[in-house]
């Protein structure tokens, strides 16, 4: 079965600061990749998916950035945090080769604070 | 574009008692899938159920069941005797099987189960 490694799990940043979130997945390969936010009490929003290496596409217009430098390595970054990037990063995989079909598994989470 | 809309922000019950959470959405696509996810206060996202939309029958996995109304375009989740543990947030979620796999989600319903 697939599994999410998502790090770190907590962390907070000053405004301005630069922000790297990683994401590894074992137990499939060439994996379609997810980030997702939760802001405080809602719903997640879909900010980037790659179906393959150095394949991007982004979401919603925002001051984050993604990039998978590896088949089963998924970044999130930010040269220059803002407030609202507060809130709560999911990173997510559904595994092609997989026994689970299309379904989307998920990572334990990053908590990003921003002050 | 798909709409999942969740219309029970918040839901309480008493331990045992049965449970059934809403969910709509609004899709063009004929072929889709339908997911319920779990999220406890740890913030990991776990999936309960899932609705393959070209199957007529209603998926059942232990205690929880779906009502998949593909013409109203609703897919309610069904909690039987409901425990402690089942308190969450519950998400619904939509994908189509077309082009690019993602996840589109509710607003969330917030369950809680008391003793």
């Known amino acids: 079965s697939q599994t999410i490694h998502q790090w770190p799990a907590t962390l907070v940043q000053p405004v301005g600061s630069p922000l790297s979130l990683e994401c590894t997945v074992e137990?499939?390969?060439?994996?379609?990749l997810y980030w997702y936010r939760q802001a405080a009490g809602r719903g997640l929003q879909l900010l980037f998916y790659?179906?393959?290496?150095?394949?991007i596409s982004s979401e919603v217009p925002q001051n984050l950035s993604a990039s998978r430098p590896q088949d089963r390595q998924f970044i999130l970054s930010s040269k220059k945090l803002l407030l609202s990037d507060s809130g709560f990063y999911l990173c997510?995989?559904?595994?092609?080769?997989?026994?689970?079909?299309?379904?989307?598994?998920f990572g334990e989470g990053s908590w990003l604070t921003v002050v | 574009a798909q709409t999942v809309t969740q219309s029970q922000p918040e839901m309480s019950v008493q331990e045992a008692e049965t449970v059934t959470l809403s969910c709509t959405y609004d899709?063009?696509?004929?072929?889709?899938?339908l997911f319920w996810y779990k999220q406890p206060p740890s913030r990991q996202m776990i999936l309960v159920i899932r609705?393959?939309?070209?199957?007529?029958q209603n998926a059942t996995e232990n205690r929880f069941s779906v009502n998949f109304q593909k013409a109203a375009k609703s897919f309610s989740l069904k909690i039987s005797d409901s425990q402690l543990g089942d308190t969450a947030m519950y998400f619904c979620?939509?994908?189509?099987?077309?082009?690019?796999?993602?996840?589109?989600f509710g607003q969330g319903t917030r369950l809680t189960i008391n003793p």
């Open positions: 997510a995989c559904i595994g092609k080769a997989s026994h689970s079909g299309n379904t989307i598994y």
């Open positions: 137990g499939t390969s060439n994996p379609n």
């Open positions: 790659s179906v393959g290496i150095g394949q």
């Open positions: 899709t063009s696509e004929s072929n889709y899938y």
């Open positions: 609705q393959e939309a070209y199957k007529q």
């Open positions: 979620a939509f994908m189509k099987l077309a082009g690019a796999q993602k996840l589109v």
